[in-house]
């Protein structure tokens, strides 16, 4: 069974960079397309960017030059860096299997605060 | 960006009852391969988001046959017929068609 774990802190000082980790089992990265989403408060939901099993990369341009995904697949992870942050990069963030988002991580909120 | 514009925000059903989420598109969804990137996801309280639809009509594995997608261009549908308990939640859709890919803003399901 596919399985996906988002791990890294739950509270990021505005202007530093937030770090999170998607763990994956049960499918190796090296197949398929990778993707991170996240979910403000309310509802709004953002497709932020993924990662393909060779290893490019396409972002929403509204996160600019600040987002980078990269993997590991050694460890059969892959990883989402998010640059000079403000409170409203304040969310809960999904990793997911892409092509469709049938396997999801179960989500990490973020809160960026001082 | 497509901006994706759900309707109705909120709606609310008694059991057993049929639901209708329109979602219509600022842009044609149909690419240029012939495939509509449309997508469905539920999100139920305190869980991820899960993939119900994709392709404007196809349901994934283990999504029950009273959810049905429907439509093309720019106005699509979801319906949901003899809503059940576990149903309720907020419902999104996503296109990924063109980038950047874009979610609706979303519609709660809750009981009336």
């Known amino acids: 069974e596919v399985q996906l774990q988002e791990s890294g802190p739950g509270l990021v000082k505005p202007s530093q960079s937030l770090s999170l980790t998607c763990s994956v089992t049960?499918?190796?990265?090296?197949?398929?397309?990778w993707g991170w989403i996240r979910k403000f408060p309310g509802n709004k939901m953002e497709w932020m960017g993924y990662?393909?099993?060779?290893?490019?990369?396409s972002y929403n341009p509204s996160l600019k030059s600040r987002i980078s995904i990269t993997r590991d697949t050694s460890k059969n992870q892959f990883f989402l860096q998010l640059n000079s942050v403000t409170t409203e990069d304040t969310a809960t963030y999904y990793c997911?299997?892409?092509?469709?988002?049938?396997?999801w991580g179960q989500g990490v909120m973020v809160t960026v605060s001082s | 960006d497509v901006v994706l514009t759900q309707t109705p925000v909120s709606l609310s059903v008694t059991l057993g009852d049929q639901a209708s989420i329109s979602c219509r598109s600022s842009q044609s969804l149909e690419y240029s391969d012939g495939y509509t990137y449309l997508e469905w996801y539920l999100q139920k309280p305190g869980q991820s988001p899960q993939l119900l639809i994709y392709?404007?009509?196809n349901r994934f594995s283990g999504v029950p046959d009273r959810f049905i997608g429907s439509g093309s261009g720019t106005d699509f549908t979801l319906k949901i017929s003899r809503v059940e308990p576990e149903d309720l939640g907020v419902y999104y859709c996503f296109q990924a068609t063109h980038d950047p890919n874009t979610f609706g803003a979303g519609t709660k399901l809750e009981l009336k």
């Open positions: 392709e404007v009509s």
């Open positions: 990662i393909s099993y060779s290893g490019s990369t």
């Open positions: 049960g499918y190796s990265i090296t197949s398929n397309y």
């Open positions: 997911a299997r892409s092509g469709y988002f049938d396997y």
